[in-house]
């Protein structure tokens, strides 16, 4: 279904087996995921389809490691992480997963190239290393040229593929987007959407987007809902 298809490892770089969480409205048990299971390959991209309610944003929290699951299995590049402990958990999550969300999240006071350059330097690389890195992804994007510019002088366009950037500047296993182009005119969707697309296959990561935009899900290669909190694959 992409215009690039994936090239499959033989491990997935995310994994969900079998994942169970309920929430509680006063004495009123909710189930939201049953069972949920889904894989996601070295440079494959997958959307995750659906109303509102269906599970969504609880599935990306997880596979994020933001929340665990009341049961169920999530591995990252071949690592269970369920019984890691809250230190490991979340450097794993901060080295291991890039995120992507419907508003970029730019800090408006640095440049595009200093927001791509900040999450590097946290994780230990000197500024050199960093500016080289960042000016690297802003060239795949097509943002050298606006490499200077702070987020307010950039399009909504521009500032989601600094975003992009950003996500995948410290190298993740593992890219998670959550309506990355829900904020975006048609036009300027398809524009970001390929170049989420270039990242990812280029950096070998595996990305999973939750999207509304059913045009931009059916260039993926594969198509995923949820329904009775079980993951299911419609295309």
């Given amino acids: 279904m992409s215009e690039i298809p994936a090239v499959k490892s033989s491990e997935p770089l ?6 169970q969480r309920s929430y509680f409205q006063g004495t009123v048990k909710l189930d939201v995921l049953n069972n949920a299971s889904l894989a996601v390959h070295t440079g494959e991209m997958k959307a995750l389809v659906g109303p509102s309610g269906s599970g969504k944003s609880t599935l990306l ?13 999530v591995l990252i590049d071949g690592m269970e992480t369920g019984k890691l402990s809250r230190s490991r958990w979340g450097r794993l999550r901060r080295t291991h997963i890039g995120f ?44 050298q040229a ?17 975003a992009i950037s950003r996500a995948v500047a410290n190298a993740p296993r593992v890219l998670l987007a959550d309506e ?40 993926m290669d594969s198509v995923l ?11």
Avoid at 189 to 211: E, M, Q
């Fill in 14 to 19: 995310l994994e969900l087996r079998n994942i």
């Fill in 61 to 73: 929290n997880i596979a994020g490691l933001l929340e665990r699951p009341d049961a169920g299995a």
């Fill in 100 to 143: 992507v969300f419907q508003f970029h999240r730019l800090l408006p006071e640095f440049s595009a190239l200093e927001n791509v350059m900040i999450p590097q330097m946290l994780n230990g690389l000197d500024r050199d290393e960093a500016a080289t890195r960042a000016e690297q992804l802003l060239a795949m994007v097509g943002l």
């Fill in 146 to 162: 606006r490499a200077n510019h702070r987020p307010g002088l950039l399009s909504g366009g521009e500032q989601q593929r600094v």
């Fill in 180 to 219: 990355p182009t829900g904020n975006l005119d048609p036009d300027t969707a398809k524009d970001v959407f390929h170049h989420l697309s270039t990242i990812t296959r280029a950096t070998g990561t595996a990305a999973l987007v939750v999207t509304h935009n059913q045009q931009l899900a059916l260039k």
């Fill in 225 to 235: 809902t949820i329904v009775d909190g079980k993951i299911i694959s419609i295309g």
